[in-house]
């Protein structure tokens, strides 16, 4: 399906019914990485309906025209007024997705019920985000299983077929003008911020600046995790995942 907003025609799907959960991927990925890790912790009969998207410059979103990161700000918030119908709804965001997901809490504050951030992108300016010096040497320890190697570069060389890298590199040179206060606020409902310690692409310690506005979240860093923690520590990211959902759950019970 599209929605369409200015220059932006933002491709999505959904799956079943119930409260929204919407799920926002990475900077440089499609929603298949985003559908594929997360639709088995739904079961047939779960009472939510999943939203994927494609932000601007990957998948089948479509652009008729150049746009700033404001402006692609601005059109996610158009889309989820538009898909959520004014209900409450659920935020997933990995990498850049943590980054919008985090700038929707604060525009929606009151109708966001829930927050996961998988290895979230802090700040728009991505050139400063703290990475610690030797994570390169010690990401190849990481890497040493064929396997896991394997499934990552399928899923990246899926996520990427459609993946338009000359705007996205335009869109991190303009970003560095930008002046964007995201996530300052408190948000007091259920959070899980899961980072990889051998992470070189975003690092982990910059999440941890979120801790005081986030007073309801569980905060992780993972050993031997990169920026694929969900494929490299499988088992412990199903268990934050489930968790989560759990705490979510009970909010809504109560």
């Given amino acids: 399906m599209y929605y369409e907003i200015n220059k932006i025609q933002f491709y999505y799907e959904t799956i079943g ?3 929204p959960i919407l799920f926002l991927n990475g900077f440089a990925n499609d929603f298949s990485i985003m559908k594929k890790n997360f639709e088995p912790f739904f079961k047939s009969d779960a009472n939510c309906q999943r939203i994927y998207v494609d932000h601007p ?3 089948k979103t479509k652009l008729s025209g150049t746009i700033d990161i404001e402006e692609l700000l601005e059109g996610i918030k158009s889309f989820v007024q538009s898909v959520t119908r004014e209900k409450e709804f659920l935020l997933v965001g990995a990498s850049f997705g943590g980054f919008v997901a985090r700038y929707l809490v604060d525009v929606f504050k009151e109708r966001v019920n829930g927050l996961f951030l998988l290895y979230p992108l802090i700040s728009h300016k991505f050139s400063e985000a703290t990475i610690e010096k030797d994570v390169i040497d010690r990401i190849n320890i990481v890497m040493t299983n064929k396997e896991i190697e394997n499934e990552i570069q399928e899923e990246a060389k899926e996520a990427m077929q459609n993946t ?3 705007f996205l590199e335009n869109l991190i040179t303009q970003a560095q003008e930008f002046h964007l206060e995201i996530g300052e606020s408190s948000f007091n409902k259920p959070v899980c911020i899961l980072t990889g310690r051998q992470d070189s692409s975003v ?3 910059d999440a941890f600046s979120l801790i005081e ?5 569980t905060f992780c860093v993972l050993d031997n995790a ?18 989560w959902l759990r705490r979510v759950a009970d909010l809504e019970v109560k």
């Fill in 57 to 59: 410059g990957v998948g």
């Fill in 164 to 166: 338009d890298f000359l």
């Fill in 213 to 217: 506005n986030y007073p309801k979240a």
């Fill in 203 to 205: 690092g982990y310690k």
């Fill in 226 to 243: 990169s920026h694929n923690l969900h494929v490299e520590q499988k088992e412990l990211f199903s268990i934050f995942v489930e968790n």
């Fill in 17 to 19: 019914e119930g409260i």
